[in-house]
């Protein structure tokens, strides 16, 4: 069975990913992209559905891990009755190919290792044909099945019940090297790598990237990794920033509510762009934008709330019937229907990201103007639109008040782009828009009596999402109707002091009720409260959260505060950029309050 999720580390190449768990079996990994179907996936079900294990035989007495400085090197560190060992976890980077190397190396005494890989392609429905093939003066084990072949190199391996198996010594001072390499099953297997090389190539790498970092003032360890976190769901050759390295991973235990999160959101993209951007890494702007530029081009109408990394356009919804499920969660999907949906606010978030690069100096190109000329055309002429809003309600579609808000302030940015940049644009029929699209909102959005906005036109309950009303500029956070609407949102939706999204059990979403506080709302919560002067409230709440992390500084989506454990997929994209933005809200409040 699949450890707690957050028993999980995450290794990477900027192409895909693997999940790592403190026993040292890699229980999900898909090469040679994050959406490819699965080589590994005891995540999703049990070792029968694909794992590789690298760890001591026997009891162990201590287990602790970390990562190489700011790396995705994870280093694992055992100690046995008989000695002391640590294992070094990797996907090298830049090497335009899908490794996995994994170094021993014993540390004191001796310690004897065990290694049982299973290779189950497809996810676990295609079982590989095994076979040893000489190279050098030894053998590498080479597996094929359809499309897809990996070549394992190191200690000799034997076939034992649909499985291989080895087990070697390792004494102090001594390194074992291990590899696993993807290739195309019609091509020869690659050349082996020199383990010892890739690691420290890899481990400079991604220092030399974080070097460039805008540190945090506070907080600075989990911003660190939070921003690590979301270049290592950046897609390096395409650019599409996805929303998690899994699928399915479920928001409620044993429930339904199991989604595919390896593709790209306009959403959570743009607001990864806008953190990125606040610490320093304008160089990863352009590729961003040149990913939306193709995603989206041709006619706006065709916008997509989603795209694949490449910008594939239909990621059509299917269940995997071959994996039964984190801890039996059920169906494990592939894809996600949520591409078909329209939701208002990707096109707020979009020109706020854009508005964001314009103000740090990023020049427009000959194309990015007309995009978002274009996508204003579309707001234009369908702002009043109902939609499925941000949480992608499979139930009917509504009139959020969140989407209207952010459909303000796509108009917004458009308006303002013409003033301060002196771009060409319609500005006094946006303008008019503008205003008219705020007066509604006003009038239908906002109950009196609640005093507070609320989830959607005529309804008397709220929305986390609402928190965003002030950090997109709608209004202040101080303002009467912000802060009657966060009174509102504590009242409803606070569980064990934790924010839900919203009440699932009102049959909105079109789902079994049932989930957990989820992560992003919360940190939404603590960078209200301190944009609003409450930054004691702000930090009280911002230390509870960043001590979900796990030992290694990832966050997945949810959090179960019953059972104390993380929920959903992970690591989360949207999580860790939530994080990085609660910090950046309280260092600018203390910051003030320092200076008044």
């Known amino acids: 069975m699949a450890l707690r999720i957050e028993d999980y580390a995450m290794i990477g190449d900027c192409h895909t990913a693997a999940m790592v768990g403190r026993d040292g079996s890699i229980d999900w990994l898909c090469l040679p992209r994050f959406d490819s179907a699965s080589t590994f996936g005891a995540l999703l079900g049990n070792e029968d559905h694909g794992r590789w294990l690298l760890a001591p035989k026997g009891e162990v007495l201590e287990t602790s891990r970390s990562y190489l400085e700011d790396s995705f090197v994870l280093v694992t560190r055992w100690r046995t009755r008989t000695g002391e060992v640590e294992v070094t976890d990797l996907m090298p980077h830049g090497d335009r190919r899908a490794d996995v190397l994994r170094q021993v190396r014993g540390i004191r005494g001796h310690v004897t290792m065990i290694e049982d890989l299973r290779i189950r392609f497809n996810y676990a429905d295609a079982m590989p044909w095994v076979r040893q093939v000489p190279e050098g003066d030894g053998t590498m084990l080479v597996a094929v099945a359809g499309p897809d072949a990996v070549v394992l190199r190191g200690p000799h391996m034997t076939p034992k019940d649909r499985a291989h198996v080895a087990e070697f010594r390792v004494e102090e001072g001594e390194t074992v090297d291990l590899t696993l390499t993807w290739y195309p099953a019609h091509r020869e297997p690659p050349k082996p790598l020199s383990v010892t090389r890739r690691i420290a190539e890899t481990r400079k790498w991604w220092v030399d990237w974080a070097s460039s970092c805008t540190a945090s003032p506070i907080y600075h360890d989990q911003v660190h990794r939070s921003l690590l976190v979301l ?43 806008g953190v990125l951007l606040r610490h320093g890494f304008e160089q990863e702007v352009d590729a961003w934008r040149n990913w939306l530029l193709r995603a989206v081009a041709g006619d706006p109408a065709d916008t997509q709330i989603m795209y694949g990394l490449s910008g594939e356009r239909r990621l059509n919804e299917w269940e995997v019937e071959t994996l039964p499920g984190y801890h039996g969660a059920s169906p494990v999907r592939v894809g996600n229907d949520a591409w078909r949906q329209y939701q208002g606010d990707v096109f707020g978030e979009v020109m706020l990201a854009l508005q964001a690069a314009r103000r740090r100096g990023v020049p427009e190109t000959e194309f990015s103007w007309p995009l978002q000329r274009a996508l204003m055309t579309f707001v234009t002429d369908n702002w009043n639109r109902p939609d499925n809003g941000i949480w992608e309600i499979r139930g009917e579609k509504r009139h959020f008040t969140h989407s209207r808000a952010m459909l303000w302030a796509a108009v917004d940015c458009a308006v303002k782009a013409v003033e301060e940049f002196e771009l060409d644009g319609p500005v006094t029929e946006w303008r008019r828009l503008r205003t008219q699209i705020r007066d509604e909102i006003e009038s239908q959005g906002f109950n009196e009596k609640l005093n507070s906005y609320t989830q959607y036109y005529g309804c008397d309950v709220v929305d986390a999402s609402l928190l965003q009303l002030s950090q997109i500029g709608y209004l202040e956070a101080d303002d009467p109707r912000m802060l009657g609407t966060v009174a509102a949102i504590e009242q409803q939706l606070l569980e064990n002091g934790l924010l839900l999204r919203y009440r699932s059990e009102s049959g909105v979403d079109g789902l079994p009720a049932g989930e957990h506080p989820f992560l992003a709302c919360s940190f939404w919560l603590v960078e209200q409260y301190a944009a609003s002067g409450r930054v004691e409230d702000a930090r009280t709440l911002m230390d509870r959260l960043v001590g979900f992390c796990n030992d290694v500084g990832l966050l997945s989506e949810e959090y179960d505060v019953h059972a104390g454990r993380q929920a959903g997929n992970m690591p989360q994209a949207f999580s860790h950029l939530a994080l990085v933005r609660a910090a950046d809200a309280i260092a600018a409040a203390v910051e003030a309050l320092a200076a008044a």
């Not at 769901?233 to 989604?259: C, K, Y």
């Open 231 to 273: 270049r290592a769901l950046t897609h390096e050759d395409t650019g599409g920033i996805v929303a998690a390295a899994t699928t399915s991973l479920p928001e409620q235990f044993g429930g339904e509510r199991n989604w595919d999160y390896r593709y790209v959101w306009l959403r959570d993209a743009s607001l990864t762009l």
